[in-house]
Protein backbone atom coordinates (compact mmCIF):
# COMPACT_ATOMS: atom_id res chain seq x y z
CA UNK A 1 0.00 0.00 0.00
CA UNK A 2 1.61 3.32 -1.16
CA UNK A 3 0.63 6.21 1.44
CA UNK A 4 1.77 9.93 0.77
CA UNK A 5 4.50 11.53 2.33
CA UNK A 6 2.42 13.59 4.11
CA UNK A 7 0.32 11.26 5.45
CA UNK A 8 3.60 9.09 7.12
CA UNK A 9 4.21 12.29 8.85
CA UNK A 10 1.01 12.59 9.86
CA UNK A 11 0.58 9.17 10.92
CA UNK A 12 3.91 9.29 13.13
CA UNK A 13 2.74 12.77 14.84
CA UNK A 14 -0.72 11.30 15.62
CA UNK A 15 0.62 8.87 17.93
CA UNK A 16 0.67 10.38 21.60
CA UNK A 17 2.18 7.88 23.10
CA UNK A 18 5.84 6.07 23.34
CA UNK A 19 6.32 2.29 22.84
CA UNK A 20 6.98 0.51 25.79
CA UNK A 21 10.43 -1.55 25.92
CA UNK A 22 13.88 -0.59 25.97
CA UNK A 23 15.26 2.94 24.55
CA UNK A 24 16.40 2.50 20.98
CA UNK A 25 17.10 5.27 18.47
CA UNK A 26 16.75 3.56 15.45
CA UNK A 27 18.01 5.21 12.17
CA UNK A 28 19.48 8.30 11.47
CA UNK A 29 18.81 11.75 12.88
CA UNK A 30 16.95 12.25 10.16
CA UNK A 31 15.18 9.31 8.88
CA UNK A 32 14.56 7.34 11.90
CA UNK A 33 12.30 6.77 15.39
CA UNK A 34 12.58 6.09 18.80
CA UNK A 35 11.59 2.90 20.95
CA UNK A 36 10.52 3.59 24.31
CA UNK A 37 10.41 6.90 24.52
CA UNK A 38 10.57 9.11 28.05
CA UNK A 39 9.23 12.44 28.72
CA UNK A 40 11.13 15.05 29.52
CA UNK A 41 9.68 16.96 32.87
CA UNK A 42 8.31 20.17 31.43
CA UNK A 43 9.24 21.74 34.44
CA UNK A 44 13.03 21.41 36.61
CA UNK A 45 15.39 23.02 38.16
CA UNK A 46 16.88 25.72 35.63
CA UNK A 47 14.94 24.93 32.65
CA UNK A 48 10.96 24.67 30.94
CA UNK A 49 9.56 23.32 28.45
CA UNK A 50 7.48 25.51 26.04
CA UNK A 51 4.88 24.38 23.14
CA UNK A 52 3.67 21.74 25.57
CA UNK A 53 1.21 21.44 22.91
CA UNK A 54 3.19 19.72 20.61
CA UNK A 55 3.76 17.22 22.59
CA UNK A 56 7.39 16.83 21.36
CA UNK A 57 9.24 16.43 24.83
CA UNK A 58 9.97 12.49 24.04
CA UNK A 59 13.60 11.09 23.95
CA UNK A 60 16.76 9.10 24.78
CA UNK A 61 17.67 9.13 28.46
CA UNK A 62 21.03 10.75 27.60
CA UNK A 63 18.98 13.73 25.70
CA UNK A 64 16.80 14.31 28.76
CA UNK A 65 19.78 13.69 31.32
CA UNK A 66 21.91 16.30 29.06
CA UNK A 67 18.99 19.10 29.17
CA UNK A 68 18.98 18.53 33.21
CA UNK A 69 22.68 18.63 33.43
CA UNK A 70 23.23 21.48 31.46
CA UNK A 71 20.25 23.27 32.80
CA UNK A 72 21.33 23.02 36.87
CA UNK A 73 24.94 24.43 35.29
CA UNK A 74 22.98 27.24 33.78
CA UNK A 75 21.40 27.88 37.06
CA UNK A 76 24.49 27.26 39.06
CA UNK A 77 26.13 30.19 36.98
CA UNK A 78 23.49 32.55 37.68
CA UNK A 79 21.96 32.40 34.21
CA UNK A 80 17.50 32.52 33.60
CA UNK A 81 15.77 29.64 33.26
CA UNK A 82 16.24 28.20 29.56
CA UNK A 83 13.43 27.06 27.19
CA UNK A 84 13.38 23.92 25.95
CA UNK A 85 11.38 23.71 22.52
CA UNK A 86 11.10 20.09 20.51
CA UNK A 87 12.95 17.34 21.68
CA UNK A 88 10.71 14.54 19.48
CA UNK A 89 7.70 13.10 18.53
CA UNK A 90 6.38 10.18 21.29
CA UNK A 91 8.23 7.52 18.70
CA UNK A 92 10.66 9.75 16.86
CA UNK A 93 9.73 10.00 13.13
CA UNK A 94 9.01 12.35 10.47
CA UNK A 95 7.13 15.58 11.97
CA UNK A 96 4.51 16.96 9.87
CA UNK A 97 6.06 20.91 10.37
CA UNK A 98 8.99 21.98 11.92
CA UNK A 99 12.22 20.16 11.01
CA UNK A 100 13.96 16.66 9.21
CA UNK A 101 15.75 16.08 12.02
CA UNK A 102 14.86 15.00 15.88
CA UNK A 103 13.52 11.52 14.73
CA UNK A 104 15.57 9.71 16.69
CA UNK A 105 15.15 11.49 20.36
CA UNK A 106 19.09 12.77 19.94
CA UNK A 107 18.07 16.18 19.18
CA UNK A 108 16.56 19.10 20.90
CA UNK A 109 16.17 22.46 20.65
CA UNK A 110 17.29 25.41 23.41
CA UNK A 111 15.85 28.37 22.79
CA UNK A 112 18.41 31.53 23.63
CA UNK A 113 15.60 33.76 24.89
CA UNK A 114 15.41 33.50 28.81
CA UNK A 115 13.35 35.24 31.37
CA UNK A 116 13.97 35.30 34.75
CA UNK A 117 11.79 35.11 37.06
CA UNK A 118 9.26 32.94 38.32
CA UNK A 119 8.18 30.12 35.57
CA UNK A 120 5.69 31.06 33.06
CA UNK A 121 2.12 29.69 33.28
CA UNK A 122 1.64 26.09 30.96
CA UNK A 123 -0.92 28.55 28.28
CA UNK A 124 2.07 31.82 28.13
CA UNK A 125 3.90 29.03 27.19
CA UNK A 126 2.68 28.59 24.01
CA UNK A 127 3.48 32.00 22.48
CA UNK A 128 6.55 33.09 24.19
CA UNK A 129 8.65 35.88 23.08
CA UNK A 130 11.34 34.31 21.38
CA UNK A 131 13.97 37.14 19.71
CA UNK A 132 16.44 36.61 17.48
CA UNK A 133 20.70 36.87 18.21
CA UNK A 134 20.25 38.12 14.39
CA UNK A 135 19.34 41.13 13.08
CA UNK A 136 16.16 40.89 10.71
CA UNK A 137 17.88 41.91 7.59
CA UNK A 138 20.28 38.99 8.33
CA UNK A 139 23.38 41.34 8.21
CA UNK A 140 24.47 40.54 11.61
CA UNK A 141 24.38 40.09 15.03
CA UNK A 142 21.63 41.75 17.13
CA UNK A 143 23.81 43.40 19.99
CA UNK A 144 20.56 44.49 21.24
CA UNK A 145 19.97 41.16 22.21
CA UNK A 146 23.14 38.78 22.29
CA UNK A 147 25.01 39.14 25.40
CA UNK A 148 28.21 37.03 26.61
CA UNK A 149 25.68 34.89 28.49
CA UNK A 150 25.00 33.11 25.35
CA UNK A 151 28.32 32.85 24.50
CA UNK A 152 29.05 31.01 27.84
CA UNK A 153 25.92 29.02 27.58
CA UNK A 154 27.10 27.71 24.19
CA UNK A 155 30.18 27.19 25.73
CA UNK A 156 28.53 25.07 28.93
CA UNK A 157 26.76 22.51 26.28
CA UNK A 158 29.35 22.49 23.95
CA UNK A 159 31.92 21.01 26.58
CA UNK A 160 30.01 18.59 28.29
CA UNK A 161 29.87 14.62 27.73
CA UNK A 162 27.72 13.09 24.78
CA UNK A 163 27.68 16.06 22.58
CA UNK A 164 27.95 15.31 19.19
CA UNK A 165 27.40 19.03 17.75
CA UNK A 166 25.34 21.79 18.07
CA UNK A 167 23.77 23.57 15.56
CA UNK A 168 23.50 27.80 15.41
CA UNK A 169 23.28 30.39 12.71
CA UNK A 170 26.82 31.73 10.39
CA UNK A 171 26.76 35.09 12.56
CA UNK A 172 26.41 33.47 15.93
CA UNK A 173 29.34 31.04 14.37
CA UNK A 174 31.13 34.22 13.39
CA UNK A 175 30.85 36.18 16.22
CA UNK A 176 32.11 33.37 18.01
CA UNK A 177 35.14 32.77 16.34
CA UNK A 178 36.07 36.60 16.28
CA UNK A 179 35.32 36.99 20.06
CA UNK A 180 36.03 33.82 21.90
CA UNK A 181 40.16 33.71 23.80
CA UNK A 182 41.46 31.12 25.77
CA UNK A 183 40.60 27.57 24.69
CA UNK A 184 38.81 27.61 21.39
CA UNK A 185 38.30 23.82 21.10
CA UNK A 186 34.98 23.73 21.94
CA UNK A 187 34.08 25.92 18.94
CA UNK A 188 35.30 22.44 16.76
CA UNK A 189 31.32 21.20 18.16
CA UNK A 190 30.12 24.48 16.78
CA UNK A 191 28.38 23.89 13.16
CA UNK A 192 26.67 26.38 11.06
CA UNK A 193 23.66 25.55 9.79
CA UNK A 194 20.41 27.96 8.39
CA UNK A 195 18.30 29.58 10.57
CA UNK A 196 19.23 28.26 14.37
CA UNK A 197 19.22 32.15 15.43
CA UNK A 198 16.61 32.23 17.54
CA UNK A 199 17.50 28.95 19.47
CA UNK A 200 20.42 26.52 19.39
CA UNK A 201 20.10 23.06 18.37
CA UNK A 202 22.01 19.64 20.44
CA UNK A 203 22.60 16.76 18.92
CA UNK A 204 23.74 13.86 20.95
CA UNK A 205 26.11 10.83 20.21
CA UNK A 206 24.59 7.58 19.15
CA UNK A 207 24.08 5.92 23.30
CA UNK A 208 26.25 2.51 24.02
CA UNK A 209 24.06 -0.45 23.31
CA UNK A 210 21.74 1.25 20.66
CA UNK A 211 23.40 -0.98 17.16
CA UNK A 212 20.52 0.10 15.33
CA UNK A 213 21.82 4.31 15.97
CA UNK A 214 23.53 5.77 12.63
CA UNK A 215 25.93 8.17 13.51
CA UNK A 216 27.05 11.17 12.01
CA UNK A 217 30.37 11.77 10.52
CA UNK A 218 32.49 14.57 12.07
CA UNK A 219 32.00 17.94 10.67
CA UNK A 220 35.25 20.07 11.32
CA UNK A 221 38.74 18.82 11.68
CA UNK A 222 39.94 22.10 13.50
CA UNK A 223 37.43 24.78 14.96
CA UNK A 224 35.61 25.30 11.93
CA UNK A 225 36.49 28.99 11.79
CA UNK A 226 38.34 29.33 8.55
CA UNK A 227 37.06 28.43 5.02
CA UNK A 228 33.88 26.09 6.33
CA UNK A 229 32.57 28.94 7.78
CA UNK A 230 33.97 31.74 5.27
CA UNK A 231 31.78 29.63 2.91
CA UNK A 232 28.47 30.64 4.04
CA UNK A 233 29.04 34.23 3.09
CA UNK A 234 30.01 33.49 -0.42
CA UNK A 235 28.25 30.53 -1.67
CA UNK A 236 26.03 29.12 1.23
CA UNK A 237 25.67 24.94 0.45
CA UNK A 238 21.54 25.73 2.07
CA UNK A 239 19.60 28.30 2.00
CA UNK A 240 16.27 28.97 3.77
CA UNK A 241 13.28 28.99 1.46
CA UNK A 242 11.31 32.20 1.33
CA UNK A 243 8.72 32.24 4.14
CA UNK A 244 5.40 32.09 1.30
CA UNK A 245 7.74 29.26 -1.02
CA UNK A 246 5.84 25.71 -1.68
CA UNK A 247 7.89 22.92 0.57
CA UNK A 248 8.67 20.13 -1.07
CA UNK A 249 7.78 17.28 1.01
CA UNK A 250 10.71 15.68 2.86
CA UNK A 251 10.95 11.39 2.07
CA UNK A 252 13.07 10.14 4.40
CA UNK A 253 13.33 6.43 3.80
CA UNK A 254 12.66 5.11 6.97
CA UNK A 255 14.61 1.72 8.48
CA UNK A 256 12.01 -0.98 8.13
CA UNK A 257 12.38 -1.37 12.17
CA UNK A 258 10.67 1.99 12.54
CA UNK A 259 7.14 0.43 11.06
CA UNK A 260 6.94 -2.09 14.01
CA UNK A 261 7.53 1.24 16.45
CA UNK A 262 4.92 3.33 14.85
CA UNK A 263 2.73 0.24 15.19
CA UNK A 264 3.12 -1.01 18.29
CA UNK A 265 0.15 -0.79 21.31
ZN1 LIG B 1 16.25 21.50 16.00
Same mark, same amino acid.
Given at each position: ?114 ? @???? &?? +? ?7 ? $????? =? *? ?97 ? @???? &?? +? ?7 ? $????? =? *? ?8
Amino acid at each position: MCTSVAAAAQEWGQVSTPTAGPPQSIGFYTAGCLQGAQALPLDGPGYEVIRISRNRYWGQPVTLDFIKTLSEKVRAAGQAPLYIGDIGQPRGGPAISGHASHQTGLDADIWFERQ @PGPP &LA +PAERENPRL $RSLVR =A *ADDGIDDGVFTQQHVALLRLAAEMPHLDRIFVNKWIKQRLCQTVTGNRAWLNKIVVWVGHDEHFHIRLHCPPGNPQCQPQAGYYADDGCGEPLDIWFTR @PPVK &LP +PPDAPQAPY $RPKLP =A *ACAAVLKAP
